[in-house]
Nanobody, 127 residues
Framework: QVTLVESGGGSVPAGGSLNLSCAASGDTYSNVDMGWFRQRTGKEREGVAMIDVNGTPSYAESVKGRITISKDNNKNILFLQINSLKPEDTAMYYC?????????????????????WGQGTQVTVSS
């Protein structure tokens, strides 16, 4: 069992920055991919950024250039730095972890039972 706890969300004006964190605890395996997803009101959950088991990052086209994902393997913490925030970035941001080498990734969020999810942290960007 893996527990993921996100933090760092908040309300910021457009153009601002946030650094989200996701602390992993429990049975933290090394052969996992991890990522950030977001869900805007009335929209489906979408991938934002992920980092694979080898430490290679991937980003959604909509956020590329404004977002950096990183991971502290010693402390089991996943980070997401978001710069130049836009009102359309307003969403609940979720951290997820899943076994590497499968079909899941930015385009296909891990389904229940095939990955672990945090409770989310709200990001609200005002214009």
């Amino acid at each position: 069992q893996v527990t993921l706890v996100e933090s760092g969300g908040g309300s910021v004006p457009a153009g601002g920055s946030l650094n989200l964190s996701c602390a992993a605890s429990g049975d933290t395996y090394s052969n996992v991919d991890m990522g950030w997803f977001r869900q805007r009101t009335g929209k489906e959950r979408e991938g934002v950024a992920m980092i694979d088991v080898n430490g290679t990052p991937s980003y959604a086209e909509s956020v590329k250039g404004r977002i950096t994902i990183s991971k502290d393997n010693n402390k089991n913490i996943l980070f997401l730095q978001i710069n130049s925030l836009k009102p359309e970035d307003t969403a609940m941001y979720y951290c997820a972890a899943w076994l590497a080498g499968g079909v899941y990734g930015l385009d296909i969020p891990p389904r229940d039972g095939f990955g672990y999810w945090g409770q989310g942290t709200q990001v609200t960007v005002s214009s």
